[in-house]
């Protein structure tokens, strides 16, 4: 599969679910399901000392939603999760407002942080042996704004808030590094810089770029059960 625009993205997930009949939310457990997998993987490589200690910070849309999704299976594998919110909870609508819910009911610890500053995201996310970056997905475009870039640049700084110059943790970006334009590969202002980009259905044509590696860090194409054949008409179509 070639590298999809912003537009082709959209047109995948918007025929899957008026095409064929596959709901949004079953599309969203694939991608989180398969995403939490990957990290495990990955991480099984790290000299860790369990449990696997994950922070997940969520923003407003169905990334974040996709972040919820990955909360609960990591949690399922053995690992200790924290999900830190970069928008107030109501602020939640469809497939990421019943995964928020979910999350909730599950009793994973979740940390609302949309008032938050910088100071604040670097003690929530110190200790993590992983930070997984679900802000921002493929229909962002422009500078972060809000809670988002404070949240970028803690991820970014990767420090506790006492001073320490060790890492907080891998960066592990869901769908495409939260700031990075999706069609441009450009950053217009704060955005993460990923150990690892988890990328579903297809690579990003912004992930050619000159320059986007810096932000993409290694990446693996993630199947979220859209079927084949879309997947080529899509290709066909471009």
């Given at each position: 599969?070639?590298?999809?625009?912003?537009?082709?993205?959209?047109a995948?997930?918007?025929?899957?679910?008026?095409?064929?009949?596959?709901?949004?939310i079953?599309?969203?457990?694939?991608?989180?399901?398969?995403?939490?997998?990957?990290?495990?993987?990955?991480?099984?490589?790290?000299?860790v000392?369990?449990?696997?200690?994950?922070?997940?910070?969520?923003?407003?849309?169905?990334?974040?939603?996709?972040?919820?999704?990955?909360?609960?299976?990591?949690?399922?594998?053995?690992?200790?999760i924290?999900?830190?919110?970069?928008?107030?909870?109501?602020?939640?609508?469809?497939d990421?407002?019943?995964?928020?819910?979910?999350a909730v009911?599950?009793?994973?610890?979740?940390?609302?942080?949309?008032?938050?500053?910088?100071e604040?995201w670097?003690?929530?996310?110190?200790?993590?042996?992983?930070?997984?970056?679900?802000?921002?997905g493929?229909?962002?475009?422009?500078?972060?704004?809000?809670?988002?870039?404070?949240?970028?640049?803690?991820?970014?700084?990767?420090?506790?808030?006492?001073?320490?110059?060790?890492?907080?943790?891998k960066?592990?970006a869901?769908?495409?590094?939260?700031?990075?334009?999706?069609?441009t590969?450009?950053?217009?202002?704060?955005?993460?810089?990923?150990?690892?980009?988890?990328?579903f259905?297809?690579?990003?044509?912004?992930?050619d770029?000159?320059?986007?590696?810096?932000?993409?860090?290694?990446?693996?194409?993630?199947?979220?059960?859209v079927?084949?054949?879309?997947?080529?008409?899509?290709?066909?179509?471009?």
């Amino acid at each position: 599969m070639r590298s999809l625009t912003r537009d082709q993205v959209r047109a995948v997930d918007l025929r899957a679910i008026g095409e064929y009949s596959l709901p949004g939310i079953v599309l969203m457990e694939n991608a989180g399901r398969n995403a939490a997998h990957l990290l495990m993987a990955l991480a099984s490589l790290d000299p860790v000392d369990p449990p696997l200690r994950v922070a997940i910070a969520c923003g407003r849309g169905n990334n974040g939603g996709d972040g919820f999704v990955i909360a609960r299976h990591l949690e399922n594998l053995g690992a200790e999760i924290k999900l830190l919110l970069a928008c107030d909870p109501a602020a939640y609508r469809g497939d990421a407002a019943v995964n928020h819910a979910v999350a909730v009911r599950a009793g994973i610890a979740i940390e609302p942080l949309e008032s938050a500053p910088l100071e604040a995201w670097s003690a929530a996310l110190a200790g993590s042996d992983w930070i997984v970056d679900a802000l921002l997905g493929t229909g962002s475009s422009g500078a972060p704004r809000g809670a988002v870039a404070p949240a970028i640049r803690a991820i970014n700084l990767g420090r506790d808030p006492h001073g320490s110059d060790s890492r907080a943790g891998k960066i592990f970006a869901v769908d495409i590094p939260s700031g990075l334009d999706c069609d441009t590969g450009f950053a217009a202002g704060e955005c993460v810089r990923a150990d690892v980009t988890a990328t579903f259905v297809a690579r990003k044509i912004g992930f050619d770029a000159p320059g986007a590696g810096a932000f993409t860090g290694a990446i693996h194409v993630l199947d979220i059960g859209v079927p084949r054949r879309l997947l080529d008409e899509i290709a066909a179509d471009g």
